[in-house]
């Protein structure tokens, strides 16, 4: 491997500290703690996982933790009414409602009915064309964490060429904005792109996130590219009955030919949910008239 590792475990280390330390530096002038409800509906296992860590987390950075299980069959009313209490409870900042919903349930007009600036997630219409357009708002958790990282590697993004592979509303398209508004060359594919391997034999900057275990080959690499893996695959591991974690990435070959490159597990994924902490932090700060001190700058690396 001739790669450096981006090392997204210890960045979120160092990003959950910072946040932690605010935390605890604006309690006494806001008196109150940051209140993060997180809305969980139904049993997908998946998602059981990232609510639980995501509410351990926040209590563990000083946070209020509000926990919400609604069962599969809640009706869409009810969830809609959750929300509207959530959206005007003073003790809450940041609002999250864990996706994927039940299939009954209208995911777009849950996120939507999200006060927008308790949207931590950044999911909201409104943050969606904020960050769009090129404004300030609150930006999804995992792009936003792919971009801390990215950062240190790229001081200055202009005149660099990016691919994003994958165009799902919570990593692609958003990536995709914030690429372009830090002046990149922006190209997205997809699973309708034909000529994936040339786009990415272009790019400077490749970030990952189609779901699909080690589709990114070697030889697709760029040589010195930046890769930025988000996928997280459970395949089968070579001890019959284990799995193992994969990205869409085939990391060994891919790390010869790389310059940086995020390794499954331990690169994006712990950086989501910091990340999530980061903008309940800064969603706490706007709504109590407190100066939101940026935390993204990871001193260690620059
Ligand atoms: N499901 C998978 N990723 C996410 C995320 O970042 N936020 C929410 N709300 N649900 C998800």
Redesign the pocket.
């Known amino acids: 491997m001739s790669a450096t590792l981006i090392d997204g475990k210890a960045y979120a280390a160092r990003l959950r500290a910072r946040v932690a330390d605010r935390v605890a530096q604006l309690v006494p002038q806001a008196g109150q703690a940051p209140g993060l409800a997180v809305v969980l509906v139904g049993h997908d296992p998946?998602?059981e996982v990232?609510v639980r860590s995501k509410g351990k987390q926040a209590v563990e950075a000083g946070m209020k933790s509000f926990e919400h299980r609604l069962p599969a069959t809640t009706p869409e009313h009810e969830l809609l009414d959750l929300i509207a209490r959530l959206n005007a409870d003073t003790q809450v900042h940041g609002i999250?409602?864990?996706?994927?919903l039940p299939d009954h349930l209208d995911a777009r007009a849950v996120i939507n009915a999200i006060a927008p600036h308790k949207d931590v997630?950044g999911?909201h219409i409104s943050n969606v064309g904020m960050v769009g357009t090129g404004q300030d708002a609150i930006v999804?958790?995992?792009p936003l964490g792919c971009m801390m990282m990215l950062r240190d590697y790229h001081s200055d993004f202009r005149g660099k060429t990016a691919l994003v592979i994958g165009h799902s509303n919570?990593v692609g398209k958003p990536m995709a904005r914030l690429l372009l508004n830090a002046d990149c060359t922006v190209m997205v594919a997809h699973k309708h792109s034909t000529n994936i391997p040339e786009l990415a034999r272009m790019a400077d900057i490749l970030v990952v996130a189609a779901g699909v275990p080690g589709l990114v080959k070697g030889d697709w690499i760029k040589p010195g590219a930046t890769v930025i893996d988000v996928g997280i695959n459970r395949v089968d591991a070579d001890t019959p009955g284990k799995t193992r974690l994969v990205g869409d990435v085939d990391f060994d070959a891919a790390a010869k030919v790389a310059g940086a490159i995020t390794p499954v597990p331990g690169g994006v994924g712990p950086m989501?949910i910091a990340c999530?902490l980061a903008n309940t932090l800064s969603a706490y700060c706007h709504q109590h008239g407190l100066e939101d001190a940026p935390l993204l700058h990871d001193e260690q690396d620059s």
């Not at 999250?96 to 994927?100: D, E, S, T």
Request: glycine share 0%; charged share 5%.
């Open positions: 998946a998602s990232y999250l409602v864990q996706l994927p997630d999911f999804p958790c995992t919570v989501t999530l």
